[in-house]
């Protein structure tokens, strides 16, 4: 089994800046990884996918970049909205899909 | 409104039984594969179940073959989670999703219900 692993924990920062998570996975998965946002209460929401391609009606300040083995989640400039926790999946080894344990980024 | 809701979670004993359903609207449920997945704040999310968008092929995490069965019916847009011998670590909340591909599999999920509470304790 894949494992990713997401750091930091915990992300402290404030609005306007950028945030940067990250997440390794623990053989290559090539570009196979995705990127969710969960709020508190909700559900989780695809962000990115294919390690690079943002889903339909998500905002240009996020990006995600990284393959093999390293990824990484950019916020560019952080919007209120954004304060959340964050989640990679990868796909290399469906069905079997696992997650990572999560970053959360809060307000400072 | 395009939309996935799940029902039938609750409180239940070790080895009991519970059937989830998840109701899908706003779209044509019978053109994409969909999931289970569940969410412990200790494990974290983790992949329960898959199904192919006909319901000829399934597929499930280790821990739960044998006990699970996935199923959907088109006629109703809906998915179902048969889950039989319950463990107190099954308890998690449980989302139904549905995969991003139309009419091919992506394995990533683009839309998510907001989840049904499933507590087994004795």
């Known amino acids: 089994e894949i494992v990713l692993t997401q750091s930091p924990a915990t992300l402290s920062l404030s609005p306007g800046e950028r945030a940067t998570l990250s997440c390794r996975a623990s053989q290559s998965i090539s570009s196979l990884l995705a990127w969710y946002q969960q709020k508190p209460g909700q559900s989780p929401r695809l962000l990115i996918y294919?390690?690079?391609t943002r889903a339909t009606g998500i905002p240009a300040r996020f990006s995600g970049s990284g393959s093999g083995t390293d990824f990484t989640l950019t916020i560019s400039s952080l919007e209120p909205e954004d304060f959340a926790v964050y989640y990679c999946q990868q796909r290399s080894t469906w069905p079997l899909l696992t997650f990572g344990g999560g970053t959360k980024v809060e307000i400072k | 409104e395009v939309q996935l809701v799940e029902s039938g979670g609750g409180l239940l004993q070790p080895g009991g039984s519970l059937r989830l359903s998840c109701v899908a609207s706003g779209f044509t449920l019978s053109g994409y594969e969909m999931y289970w997945v569940r969410q412990t704040p200790g494990k974290g999310l983790e992949w329960v179940a898959f199904i192919n968008s006909g319901g000829e092929t399934t597929y499930y995490t280790d821990s739960v073959k044998g006990r699970f069965t996935i199923s959907r019916d088109s006629a109703k847009s809906s998915l179902y989670l048969q889950m039989n011998n319950l463990r107190v670590e099954d308890t998690a909340v449980y989302y139904c999703?549905?995969?991003?591909?139309?009419?091919?599999?992506?394995?990533?999920?683009?839309?998510w219900g907001r989840g049904t509470l499933v507590t087994v304790s004795s």
């Open positions: 999703a549905r995969d991003m591909g139309l009419y091919f599999i992506s394995w990533y999920l683009d839309l």
């Open positions: 294919d390690a690079s």
